[in-house]
């Protein structure tokens, strides 16, 4: 069974930082592209940040300049640092593990089931 290991969310106040870390079993961490999603009540799903196989990475618009992904092969575990937090950064963060030309052999995309991340103003 695919498991994606999500920890690091909790409370904080506007301006705070976090970081979150998800880990995954060695087989699908190296195959995948890995990512943080996000969502919000009443909201869906969103991208907020993802690092390929070979380490590049993109944000959504929001979140540049404040929130850094980062990939560490070694220990399968990929890191969300966020910094410079806002109230409308609350959110449900999830753990994604893909590879496009996978998804009907393994059943990808994979996630995480998710960490709270709440910032209060």
């Known amino acids: 069974q695919v498991q994606l290991v999500e920890s690091g969310g909790g409370f904080v106040q506007a301006g705070g930082s976090l970081n979150l870390s998800c880990t995954a079993s060695a087989t699908i961490f190296s195959i995948s592209d890995m990512g943080w999603y996000r969502q919000a009540p009443g909201k869906q799903r969103e991208l907020v940040a993802a690092v390929t196989r070979d380490g590049k990475s993109n944000y959504r618009d929001s979140v540049k300049g404040r929130f850094t992904i980062s990939r560490d092969n070694a220990k399968k575990t990929i890191y969300l640092q966020m910094n410079a937090l806002k109230p409308e950064d609350t959110a449900v963060y999830y753990c994604?593990?893909?590879?496009?030309?996978?998804?009907?052999?393994?059943?990808?995309?994979?996630w995480g089931k998710g960490t709270l991340v709440t910032v209060s103003s």
């Open positions: 994604n593990a893909d590879n496009s030309q996978l998804r009907i052999a393994l059943g990808m995309p994979y």
